[in-house]
């Protein structure tokens, strides 16, 4: 346990940071998940729209620094792959 008052508060912010972080990344794969779902269902008017919200996400999540910029451009590229392949 720290003893350092500044040290102190650095642990309460982390924490705090690190629950905000979390709950941003849930709503991350719950997008992505989605995005899945609809690929997998067919209806291209929805696989649209579910692409269009998971790379909002992604976006948004790495402008925060949830996750690393080149993270984000690499997951949307294998979801638009995904969104352009033909099989799908």
């Known amino acids: 346990m720290a003893n350092i ?3 102190i508060k650095r642990n309460r912010q982390n924490e705090l940071r690190r629950e905000r972080n979390k709950s941003t990344r849930s709503a991350l794969k719950t997008q992505i ?3 899945t779902q609809s690929v997998d269902s067919g ?3 929805a696989v ?3 692409y269009r919200e998971a ?3 992604l976006d948004k999540a790495a402008s925060k620094g949830v ?3 080149n993270k984000a451009a690499n ?3 294998r979801l638009a792959k995904r ?3 033909p099989s799908s």
């Open 5 to 7: 008052k500044s040290q």
């Open 55 to 57: 790379a909002r996400a």
């Open 43 to 45: 209806d291209q008017a």
């Open 48 to 50: 649209q729209e579910a």
């Open 33 to 35: 998940k989605k995005f």
């Open 83 to 85: 969104l352009q392949s």
């Open 67 to 69: 996750i690393h910029k």
């Open 75 to 77: 997951k949307k590229s």
